[in-house]
């Protein structure tokens, strides 16, 4: 029996969810493009659904030594664009399509539902 743990440095990261209410409910198919200081981290929201499991439907952002995003880009699967800047890091956020706010999901805590008013 071999036991192995990773001792890598604690670094700052961003985990977003999306709400869709033009587009889809989980934003499946949404482009979201990050500016960190000098580099572009270019994500997609496809979960892998295969026989017996299902990937998540966020996307995460590795931020290294920077704590916050210059600029979030989501270009959503039903056309429009939303920008949103100086986003802090080290947190999860679902953001809403319809009315382009942010929400923090507290750790250990469940996303909020969709609402369909």
């Known amino acids: 029996l071999l036991l192995f743990e990773n001792h890598f440095p604690r670094q700052n990261f961003l985990k977003v969810s999306l709400r869709g209410s033009t587009s889809n409910r989980l934003g499946i198919g949404a482009r ?9 981290l270019v994500r997609e929201i496809y979960p892998a659904n295969t026989f017996h499991c299902q ?18 880009t989501v270009r959503w699967p039903s056309g429009p664009n939303q920008e949103l800047t100086d986003l802090d890091g080290n947190r999860h956020i679902v953001i809403d399509e319809a009315t382009g706010t942010i929400e923090t999901v507290e750790p250990g805590s469940v996303i909020p539902p969709v609402r369909d008013d």
Not at 32 to 40: E, K, N
């Open 32 to 40: 979201l493009t990050a500016v960190v200081g000098d580099r572009r």
């Open 55 to 72: 990937g998540a439907s966020f996307v995460h952002f590795g931020l290294a030594q920077r704590d916050t995003i210059d600029k979030l």
